[in-house]
């Protein structure tokens, strides 16, 4: 008995291609065939924003940015305040990093599908409208979530979480669901107890409803936020001269693993829809709530 691959079988038909990475994705995924549609449209190359151009002979220039720090003698961590935003691509993953010339500078960083699937295209095309979208963030009064990360009398982090509070799961009388599609930190200046905190950017997916959310909070786990996929784009690093002694001493204190959902995830279709910052283990921690749709 010879046996031959199944796609060899398909050789001459139209679109066999399209055809061929679908068979594979699915053998090599297994999603449910009840998810494979959407599993398969989700499947699209991914990047991180902001991508940083670095051209040979040209240094960046340093924003100015306020700072946390954790101890009476410790170093500053200054905070980018950028906002990351990125139009109607659907945010799969988020996470923090460390930038400058002595990695010294904390940002956050969004990764989201190239284009957008086939499936949200009648819901989210361009020339669809769709309001603006908004900021939203935890109160800077509320400090029953405020946390130290070392010492109490030093930098502290908003740990509350951050959802939209107009997508409801499975409620057929919603305007639609409201996924992220942007990031940014800040801090609030309270002298030597300022906070760090996080904001995400809310979009409205008219024509959906949220089927399912739940929040991520471990890295380890069948069911978990993976670290660094292969093939998955990434924005360029910054190049650091510093001493291997500047640069390590904040990655104690920041944990920069990735925070995504992928095609291993089954179903294979997460978006984010929610995040927080925490501390965990003497480390300020990013940890993001995803959600399925209705489509």
């Not at 809310?202 to 996929?229: E, F, M, Q, V």
């Amino acid at each position: 008995m010879t046996f031959v691959p199944i796609i060899s079988l398909l050789d001459g038909i139209h679109g066999i291609d399209h055809l061929t990475r679908a068979i594979t994705l699915y053998l090599e995924y297994k999603p449910p065939i009840e998810e494979l549609r959407y599993f398969l449209e989700f499947q699209i190359p991914r990047i991180w924003a902001p991508v940083r151009e670095n051209f040979p002979g040209h240094q960046r220039k340093e924003p100015v940015c306020p700072s946390l720090q954790f101890s009476i003698m410790g170093q500053k961590l200054y905070v980018s305040q950028e906002q990351v935003s990125v139009g109607r691509k659907p945010v799969t993953g988020l996470r923090l990093c460390l930038e400058g010339e002595k990695q010294n500078r904390l940002c956050v960083q969004v990764l989201h599908l190239v284009s957008l699937p086939k499936i949200l295209q009648p819901y989210w095309d361009s020339h669809i409208a769709i309001g603006a979208p908004k900021w939203h963030g935890p109160e800077e009064q509320d400090s029953r979530w405020f946390e130290p990360v070392k010492w109490k009398n030093f930098s502290h982090v908003s740990t509350a979480p951050i959802e939209d509070r107009e997508s409801f799961i499975g409620d057929p009388a919603s305007l639609g669901a409201y996924i992220v599609t942007g990031a940014q930190l800040g801090v609030w200046d309270f002298g030597s107890k300022n906070v760090l905190y996080l904001k995400l950017l809310y979009s409205r997916l008219p024509g959906c409803t949220i089927r399912r959310s739940w929040w991520d909070h471990n890295l380890a786990g069948p069911s978990n936020a993976k670290l660094k996929r292969p093939g998955t784009a990434t924005s360029s690093p910054v190049e650091s001269t510093s001493s291997s002694k500047d640069v390590g001493r904040f990655v104690k204190l920041v944990d920069t693993s990735e925070m995504v959902k992928g095609p291993d995830d089954s179903p294979g279709h997460w978006l984010v829809t929610g995040g927080k910052l925490g501390i965990e283990k003497g480390k300020i921690v990013l940890r993001l709530k995803y959600s399925l749709l209705n489509y």
